[in-house]
């Protein structure tokens, strides 16, 4: 009995020893996952290196509120060094505007509707230089729909003052001259006017506060709606009504000294979804996507998807994104999910917003929201490290979607040059920012 009992007691060790192996050393479901993903990254690491070089120490993908990357600029708008004597003895005046770049603020202002104030800017201390002062080649009368010529002689703006609750005046504009000016700290950027001296050969004194504030190309403008009405007697009024068309006269913004370029733009993720290094086509639009807001009271930021590349299931926070322009799974027969708005003459899709738990607003906080690809069937995280060759960047709602199997380097010539960290970083300028 005895030696049954220890032939029973052995078999039971040998049993306990076996199956203690096939948890750890014979089968890891886990660690198989981890070594399938850490192969994947290896494999797209090497490509990504073998496209663009190798990466610089100093890239954090956009991933950093302090990196030299931010897309407001400040740079190019100093002129001078601001730390050495004061107003226009530090202060060079700004390089102007060329003739085609006011034609084409011009052009801008003609074609887009605003509404207005626009954006809210809090400068003291800058430059104002003239556009253009075309104001419309009609003006209608509100009443019967009448058109007729006009002829606008602007000679004053004014701009609300710090002293007063009023506007205190700051230029004098004609038809024949147009410097540009410095304004000095006892007015701000709150509220403009342009007055109206001369209108279709009447006399006038009559002031227009329909203004925009509006960024375009890098620099910051003011645009006036005139909505300028002739009377039944000859007279001219400004009408009550705005047309949404401020191109009736045009002045660009430029802050002095050291005053901040509020960042009036959406932060922007663009990822690949680690196939890269099969395709070889480091298009990064795989999934493309914007911050939108954060609503404290319900913790959730609200995103907005603008392109989804991929065909492998991924989710941005646990969303799938595919099912997010409507698509619920992938095709029965491929496996595979459509590509939204990344071909031309393929399948669009008007971007979408959707919810995420959680507050994603900094940089650093957007590069801890999980987005996650499925290959072979194992879940992988996106990464950006600083150093380090990277499946997601953060820039701008400016940058525009790279078209499907373009190179992103192809498309933004600046890349390669900054994945080595060779920018001019003295000049703040983003790598894909061109031609401002």
């Given at each position: 009995m005895k030696k049954y009992l220890m032939t029973g007691v052995a078999a039971l060790a040998f049993a306990a020893t076996f199956t203690s192996c096939s948890k750890t050393d014979l089968y890891d479901e886990n660690r198989v996952e981890q070594e399938k993903e850490a192969t994947v990254n290896e494999k797209y690491a090497a490509a990504f290196e073998k496209a663009f070089g190798k990466v610089g120490a100093n890239v954090d993908w956009g991933f950093s509120s302090q990196a030299a990357?931010?897309?407001t600029q400040k740079e190019k708008h100093r002129w001078g060094d601001p730390n050495q004597g004061e107003f226009l003895a530090s202060l060079a005046e700004p390089t102007p505007l060329t003739a085609e770049e006011r034609a084409d603020v011009t052009n801008y202002f003609a074609t887009t509707e605003f509404s207005d104030a626009g954006i809210p800017l809090n400068w003291t201390g800058y430059y104002v230089e003239w556009v253009s002062n075309v104001a419309s080649t009609s003006a209608e009368r509100r009443s019967t729909g009448e058109k007729w010529q006009q002829n606008i002689t602007f000679d004053k703006i004014s701009v609300s003052s710090t002293n007063s609750s009023g506007y205190e005046e700051?230029?004098?504009?004609?038809?024949?001259?147009?410097?540009?000016?410095?304004?000095y700290e006892t007015v701000n950027t709150d509220k403009f006017r342009a007055h109206i001296s001369y209108v279709?050969?009447?006399?006038n004194d009559k002031w227009t506060t329909k203004f925009t504030i509006q960024e375009y190309k890098g620099n910051y403008y003011v645009g006036f709606d005139l909505d300028v009405t002739k009377q039944g007697d000859g007279t001219i009024d400004l009408g009550k009504e705005t047309r949404g068309y401020y191109n009736d006269y045009i002045i660009r913004l430029i802050p002095g000294k050291d005053q901040p370029i509020p960042n009036?733009?959406?932060y922007r993720v663009i990822a690949e979804d680690l196939t890269a290094d099969q395709a070889g086509d480091f298009d990064f639009n795989d999934v493309i996507f914007d911050i939108v807001k954060y609503d404290e009271s319900k913790d959730e930021t609200t995103l907005?998807?603008?392109a989804c590349g991929g065909t492998l299931p991924l989710t941005v926070g646990g969303v799938e994104v595919h099912s997010v322009f409507g698509e619920e799974a992938p095709?029965?027969?491929t496996k595979k999910y459509t590509m939204f708005n990344t071909i031309n003459g393929g399948p669009s899709h008007e971007p979408k917003e959707f919810t995420v738990k959680g507050e994603y607003m900094t940089p650093e906080q957007i590069n801890t929201l999980p987005i996650v690809v499925t290959?072979?069937?194992v879940p992988m995280t996106l990464t950006a490290t600083k150093g380090v060759a990277a499946c997601k960047i953060l820039v701008d709602d400016r940058f525009p979607i790279v078209p499907e199997r373009t190179s992103i380097a192809t498309a933004q010539g600046n890349f390669t040059t900054y994945v080595q960290g060779n920018w001019n970083t003295t000049l703040g300028d983003f790598w894909w920012v061109q031609n401002k």
């Open positions: 990357t931010r897309t700051i230029l004098d504009w004609n038809a024949d001259t147009h410097p540009t000016y410095y304004m279709d050969g009447y006399e009036t733009h959406l907005k998807l603008i095709d029965a027969t290959k072979d069937g």
